[in-house]
């Protein structure tokens, strides 16, 4: 069992930038692939960013490539999203899930199998 919780979410300006992590108290991250999700208001869960177990492969949609950088610490059993140069339409909350280590990284919500509770960016003009 995975159970995760995310942090690091709240008030950014346009430019700005944050940093969210995610942290599991159950069993260990390190073989599970993990994906970082955003769901703003009356929109569905859309994919982020994915990384690989070993941290050796990530992914990028393509609205955040270049401004959203994923990282994980196995030893701390935590996933990152550093987020910069955020922009209004990065307002959502933000969810990381996890899923167990495969040969490729998944976008879709259907493949991951934990889910945190999801923690609010809310990006000003």
């Known amino acids: 069992q995975v159970q995760l919780v995310e942090s690091g979410g709240g008030l950014a300006q346009a430019g700005g930038s944050l940093r969210l992590s995610c942290a599991s108290s159950?069993?260990?991250?390190?073989?599970?692939?993990m994906g970082w999700f955003q769901q703003a208001p009356g929109k569905r869960r859309e994919f982020v960013a994915a990384?690989?177990?070993?941290?050796?492969?990530?992914a990028y949609a393509d609205s955040v490539k270049g401004r959203f950088t994923i990282s994980r610490d196995n030893a701390k059993n935590t996933v990152y999203l550093q987020m910069n140069n955020l922009k209004p339409e990065d307002t959502a909350v933000y969810y990381c899930?996890?899923?167990?280590?495969?040969?490729?990284?998944?976008?879709?919500?259907?493949?991951?199998?934990?889910w945190g509770q999801g923690t609010q960016v809310t990006v000003s003009a």
């Open positions: 990384i690989s177990w070993s941290g050796g492969s990530t």
């Open positions: 159950g069993r260990t991250l390190s073989s599970t692939d």
């Open positions: 899930a996890a899923r167990s280590a495969s040969f490729r990284l998944e976008r879709s919500t259907f493949e991951y199998e934990y």
